[in-house]
């Protein structure tokens, strides 16, 4: 098993940042990515960003490209998501991902997942 703790979320206006915390704990070795996806009311959970906990390859969507990045400590089996420049359309509750099969990092369906932490972007 593994466990996923998030931290970070919050109110902030448009324009501002935010950074995410993802610690992870158990059984960690087993986990090849870490990753960020988010949900907002009536959508479907989407990917936002991943990275490899060994290589530290890092995947984004489109619609974040630039704008956040996704990095990690593995001393700490901490992962990160800086988020710059936030828009009213980043507004969701964020979740922290971390699975073995790097076919499916951008699947919503796959992997360990953390409680969510709210993240609010005021126009």
């Known amino acids: 098993q593994v466990q996923l703790v998030e931290s970070g979320g919050g109110l902030v206006q448009a324009g501002g940042s935010l950074r995410l915390s993802c610690a992870a704990s158990?059984?960690?070795?087993?986990?090849?990515?870490m990753g960020w996806f988010r949900q907002a009311p009536g959508k479907e959970r989407e990917f936002v960003a991943a990275?490899?906990?060994?290589?530290?390859?890092?995947y984004y969507a489109d619609s974040v490209k630039g704008r956040f990045t996704i990095s990690r400590d593995n001393a700490k089996n901490t992962g990160y998501l800086q988020m710059n420049s936030l828009k009213p359309e980043d507004t969701a509750v964020y979740y922290c991902?971390?699975?073995?099969?790097?076919?499916?990092?951008?699947?919503?369906?796959?992997?360990?997942w953390g409680q969510g932490t709210q993240v609010t972007v005021s126009s």
């Open positions: 991902n971390t699975k073995n099969t790097p076919a499916l990092v951008t699947s919503p369906k796959s992997g360990y």
């Open positions: 990275i490899s906990w060994s290589t530290g390859s890092t």
């Open positions: 158990g059984r960690t070795l087993s986990s090849y990515l």
